[in-house]
């Protein structure tokens, strides 16, 4: 009777040890990234066209300094709420004799480019930046250009190229 008693508490025991719960240690990893809500910038539209014109007529811009007619288009940023700010910097190559200019790289001669702001004539000059600009929603940048003489231009095309780079300060 002692030893099946002793066999008993023997197998009992052994059976919780068969039975012994057993645990594991997971770590959660929980990653993610948030990134600034962009502006879209121009409707989409990687390119902003300002056209001069096809009959700009050298006599009247003989004189130094003197300009066509002003061309104007609207840059405008549609922004979510958590955009409230921007910043955008003008850039191009500038004219060789003038660099509040920008240089004409078309088939005209002496004449360069003019960039400014239609509300305050703000020359829009390469490097020039225009920072902490409160959106609110939408946000128009009105520009104007114009192609400006250096003295007795001669007959040709007109192009320069500028870029408007916005960032989210």
């Not at 030893?3 to 023997?10: D, N, P, V, Y």
């Amino acid at each position: 009777m002692k030893i099946k008693q002793g066999l008993l508490a023997t197998l009992v025991t052994a059976s919780c040890g068969l039975f012994t719960p057993l645990s594991h240690a997971v770590n959660i990893d929980i990653t993610g990234k948030v990134i600034a809500s962009p502006c879209e910038v121009n409707g989409g539209n990687e390119t902003l066209s300002i056209d001069l014109g096809d009959s700009i007529r050298a006599g009247d811009i003989f004189e130094p300094g003197s300009g066509s007619e002003w061309k104007t288009a609207d840059l405008e940023l549609v922004c979510p709420p958590s955009a409230r700010f921007f910043n955008v910097t003008f850039t191009g190559t500038s004219d060789d004799d003038d660099p509040a200019y920008y240089k004409n790289t078309g088939t005209a001669q002496r004449v360069m480019v003019e960039l400014t702001n239609t509300l305050s004539e703000t020359a829009y000059k390469n490097g020039t930046t225009l920072e902490n600009l409160e959106v609110g929603g939408v946000y128009i940048i009105n520009l104007r250009a114009r192609a400006v003489s250096k003295w007795n231009p001669l007959p040709g095309t007109i192009s320069a190229q500028v870029q408007a780079t916005i960032t989210y300060p």
